[in-house]
């Protein structure tokens, strides 16, 4: 088990630019979670995978945003058009479905929008 | 999912058992009760969960009160490295998707 994987740990973006992050889940959890957080919050849902399968987005989600997880694995997370506003904690956490709630988090990226 | 209430922050004495209360009075027959907690600059992790029976594990206890209204995280000999921020959390045991994170009680262990 070496846990989950979050690519890169800090990013540092203009206003108007793109970025993408990555998320490698534990090998065998089936599920897959996007949160936010921002400094004294807690973690806020965006999305949720299980297998392939995007099942459930929040509707705080704005349309700049896409996520995929292809064959089941590995995920990203797109932001277009960065905004100050998106400046946050990205986490991905996995788990494996039958093991309830139990979610495995990543260290998160940290992105700052200038 | 049902809403839960917990204190801003606590304080506890390095070696003293800390004792974080949840309060979720709408709490529904099928509904589990979660807490995780987050270190600062890490993600958060789980640490254990429940449903009307107390359970403990390598890391803490859970009480849950006979009406399930209300739980207690149990750390039994809190650490420096216990300071962090404690979830509790409510959900549908099987529902799949996203845990609702509130903000949380901090811990601060102090020496």
């Known amino acids: 088990d070496t846990g989950v994987s979050q690519d890169p740990r800090h990013k540092i973006t203009k206003r108007g630019q793109n970025v993408t992050f990555r998320c490698d889940p534990i090998?065998?959890?089936?599920?897959l979670y996007w949160y936010r957080q921002t400094l004294g919050q807690g973690p806020e849902f965006l999305t949720y995978?299980?297998?392939?399968?995007?099942?459930?987005k929040s509707r705080l989600l704005s349309d700049r945003f896409s996520a995929e997880r292809p064959k089941g694995s590995f995920s990203t997370l797109e932001i277009q058009r960065t905004e100050q506003g998106d400046s946050a904690m990205y986490l991905c956490?996995?788990?494996?479905?039958?093991?309830?709630?139990?979610?495995?988090f990543g260290s998160g990226t940290q992105l700052s929008v200038l | 999912d049902a809403k839960t209430t917990q204190p801003p922050s606590m304080d506890c004495a390095e070696g003293r058992a800390a004792n974080l209360p949840c309060n979720h009075s709408t709490i529904s027959g099928n509904e589990y009760v979660y807490w995780y907690r987050q270190i600062h600059s890490q993600g958060p992790q789980y640490i254990i969960h429940g449903l009307k029976n107390n359970e403990t594990n390598e890391m803490a206890s859970l009480i849950i009160t006979e009406d399930r209204k209300s739980s207690t995280l149990i750390l039994p000999h809190a650490t420096l490295r216990d300071t962090a921020v404690y979830y509790c959390?409510?959900?549908?045991?099987?529902?799949?998707?996203?845990?609702?994170f509130g903000e949380g009680t901090q811990l601060t262990v102090n020496p």
């Open positions: 959390i409510v959900r549908a045991g099987t529902s799949g998707s996203r845990l609702t």
């Open positions: 090998s065998e959890h089936n599920r």
């Open positions: 956490a996995s788990s494996l479905q039958g093991m309830g709630e139990k979610l495995f």
């Open positions: 995978f299980q297998n392939e399968a995007q099942l459930e």
